[in-house]
DNA sequence: AACGAGACCTGGCAGC
DNA sequence: TGCTGCCAGGTCTCGT
């Protein structure tokens, strides 16, 4: 399930690691999107982990020639074992630290990936063309509205585009527009420069309400039974085709907006 | 430059 | 019970 609030909790789970070397890297399914770098077996090891930051939807776990670049796709999880265990049918990618830990990832649908991005990975191409972050200053409703202007798509497929502002995805996209009244399928630029900053607002706010109850769940993610335990947030819209709007009672509908499924009240966000 | 469709994979579920 | 088809939280690549 990761969306951008559970790749940062992911990330946050695994701090008990910074500081320890690694003493192997094992790979055993390495066409994932791409395929894991077969070299980090023998460079890796010895390397001590030195910070965890996060870009967009990567995992940036700096070590000591450069960063390595983890994303979990669809369907990834990084779960952190106390001590080894034997591997499951989709534990693609393993590192194991000096003291034990071992950072375990598992992708059943392998859309994920494990990259190496060398010293400075701003540079790598999958960064360098990414949108600012949504929680970051940079992003805002003057953000928006002026990349909006060249945008004839539906607002809905815009604010998913990570050229133009990362880690909106599919059910923040949804929640969001909902909690700005603003209709999906809104031409990008139609929208006012005042529902830009409607928008914006709303995509910080929706992710760090997500992330405060993702937060929560961190304990029970990486419980000594490495199973996940989320408890499900509740949804406006998402996955809530024909039940009652939370706030005007008007069924929810669906609509299938750039391949992926939509999920709106007709009258909180009216047609433009 | 921007848009839409296709692609990559597996698993779960509804319907027959 | 078993088969088929559809759907799923991402996002890059390609043709227009």
Redesign the pocket.
């Known amino acids: 399930?990761?969306?951008?609030p559970?790749v940062e909790t992911t990330m946050r789970g695994l701090a008990p690691l910074v500081g320890q070397p690694v003493a192997k890297v094992v790979i055993r399914h390495p066409?994932l999107?791409w395929p894991i770098p077969a070299d980090l077996v023998h460079t890796l090891p010895q390397q001590t982990l030195k910070s965890l930051t996060r870009r967009?939807?990567?995992i940036l776990a700096q070590f000591d020639t450069g960063y390595l670049m983890l994303?979990?796709?669809?369907?990834g999880r990084i779960c952190l074992l106390a001590q080894d265990e034997p591997a499951a049918?989709?534990d693609h990618f393993d590192l194991h630290f000096a003291d034990g830990q071992v950072l375990r990832l598992r992708d059943?649908?392998?859309?994920g990936a494990v990259l190496w991005a060398g010293a400075e990975p701003e540079q790598h191409?999958?960064l360098s063309?990414?949108g600012p972050e949504p929680l970051e200053s940079a992003f805002d409703g003057d953000w928006l509205y002026r990349?909006f202007?060249?945008?004839?798509?539906?607002v809905k497929?815009?604010i998913?585009?990570?050229?133009l502002v990362?880690?909106?995805?599919?059910?923040?996209?949804s929640e969001s527009l909902f909690r700005a009244r603003i209709h999906p399928q809104t031409?990008?630029?139609q929208l006012s420069r005042q529902a830009c900053d409607r928008l914006a607002a709303e995509i910080k706010a929706t992710l760090t309400d997500a992330l405060a109850a993702g937060g929560s769940s961190l304990r029970d993610f990486f419980g000594a039974d490495g199973n996940p335990g989320?408890f499900q947030?509740e949804y406006f819209t998402?996955?809530r085709t024909g039940e009652a709007c939370k706030i005007c009672s008007t069924p929810i509908q669906?609509v299938?907006?750039?391949?992926?499924?939509t999920f709106f009240c007709p009258r909180c966000q009216p047609k433009p």
Do not use: C, W
Request: proline content about 7%.
């Open positions: 399930m990761p969306e951008l559970e066409t999107r967009a939807k990567y994303h979990l796709g669809m369907s049918k989709h059943p649908r392998r859309f191409a999958l063309v990414l990349q202007r060249t945008r004839s798509a539906p497929n815009a998913m585009d990570s050229h990362v880690g909106v995805g599919n059910i923040y996209a031409p990008a630029n989320y947030q998402y996955a669906n299938r907006l750039g391949q992926r499924s």
